[in-house]
């Protein structure tokens, strides 16, 4: 594959990734301003989130528009493609990354705040990896396990933070 090749792929992906982070952006931007203000603005804890969506999206744009400049959006038709669409769905590491997302998204939404954080935790961990099989299932138990406890007392009590 030539370097000229290389760099369009490159600059589709850019498109792609950009178009995300623009619309990350957007969601930060929008949460950020729907936060309670106190006395003004600026100390409100919308307004961090404010900044770092606007770098976000702007981050995006930038991306696209450089991917723009190369020449990439002809490309953009080959990639999306039906036959390329379908090739990406039936990859091994398309499932893998779905069904990652999925138990992280369930450890999120389902199990934090209907249990204590520390069992909700240790079931992601264990699930996570008996899924990827990084060991066998009493070293996932032990692994999770200490994992688990080392992050509560470090947020606990050196961070000082309290856990949901």
């Known amino acids: 594959m030539s370097q000229q090749n290389k760099e369009l792929r490159k600059a589709v992906g850019d498109v792609i990734v950009g178009i995300i982070l623009f619309i990350i952006g957007i969601y930060v931007i929008i949460e950020s301003l729907?936060?309670?203000i106190f006395k003004?603005?600026?100390?409100?804890?919308?307004?961090?989130?404010?900044?770092?969506?606007?770098?976000?999206?702007?981050?995006?744009?930038?991306?696209?528009l450089q991917a723009y400049k190369i020449g990439a959006f002809p490309l953009i038709k080959v990639v999306l493609s039906k036959e390329n669409l379908k090739k990406f769905v039936k990859d091994d590491r398309t499932l893998r990354t779905a069904v990652l997302t999925l138990i992280m998204i369930i450890y999120i939404y389902v199990l934090i705040g209907r249990m204590h954080f520390a069992i909700a935790t240790m079931l992601?961990?264990?699930?996570?990896?008996?899924?990827?099989?990084?060991?066998?299932w009493w070293k996932t138990l032990i692994i999770s396990a200490i994992s688990t406890l080392l992050i509560c007392v470090v947020f606990q009590y050196g961070f000082r933070i309290p856990l949901p």
């Not at 603005?41 to 606007?54: K, R």
């Not at 992601?124 to 066998?136: C, E, F, G, I, Q």
């Open 40 to 64: 003004n603005f600026s100390d409100a804890p919308g307004f961090f989130p404010l900044f770092l969506g606007i770098i976000i999206a702007f981050l995006g744009i930038v991306l696209v």
């Open 34 to 36: 729907n936060m309670k």
């Open 124 to 136: 992601y961990l264990v699930s996570t990896m008996l899924y990827l099989k990084s060991a066998n």
